[in-house]
C-alpha cells in the first residue's frame, strides 16, 4: 500500500531552521511528482512546493520562495523540505503528497516557530 511518513517538526526560534523529510513506499517514487503542503489552525490547506519527476523542477508559493529548499533522493524515496529563516507565520502541520496514478497525503508533521 502506498504510504508517505513525514518527520523533522518541531520548535523552532524565528530565524531558525528545520529539515523536513517524507519517507515514501508502495509506488514508483522517482516517477511521482512530490508536493509539500501546510494547513495552519483555522486556515485553508496551503501548497508550499513541488518538484518534478523530471529533472527535479521545483516550484514554491511566493512566500517561501528564498527561504525552503525542496530536494528529492530517489535513492531513499525520500522529499526533503530545508525550511531557512523560519517566521512565526511559518507554523502549521506540514503534509507531504505525492501524484502518480493518484493522489496520495502523508499525516504531517507539526512545525511551531515561537520566541
Known amino acids: 500500500q502506498v504510504q508517505l511518513v513525514e518527520s523533522g517538526g518541531g520548535l523552532v526560534q524565528p530565524g531558525g531552521s528545520l529539515r523536513l523529510s517524507c519517507l515514501a513506499s508502495g509506488f514508483t517514487f522517482s516517477r511521482a511528482t512530490m508536493r509539500w503542503y501546510r494547513q495552519a489552525p483555522g486556515k485553508e490547506r496551503e501548497l508550499v512546493a513541488a518538484?518534478?519527476?523530471?529533472?527535479?523542477?521545483?516550484t514554491y508559493t511566493d512566500s517561501v520562495k528564498g527561504r525552503f529548499t525542496i530536494s528529492r533522493d530517489n535513492a531513499k524515496n525520500t522529499v526533503y523540505l530545508q525550511m531557512n529563516g523560519l517566521k512565526p507565520e511559518d507554523t502549521a502541520v506540514y503534509y507531504c503528497?505525492?501524484?502518480?496514478?493518484?493522489?496520495?497525503w502523508g499525516q504531517g508533521t507539526q512545525v511551531t516557530v515561537s520566541s
Open positions: 503528497n505525492a501524484i502518480y496514478s493518484d493522489a496520495y
Open positions: 518538484i518534478g519527476s523530471i529533472a527535479s523542477i521545483t
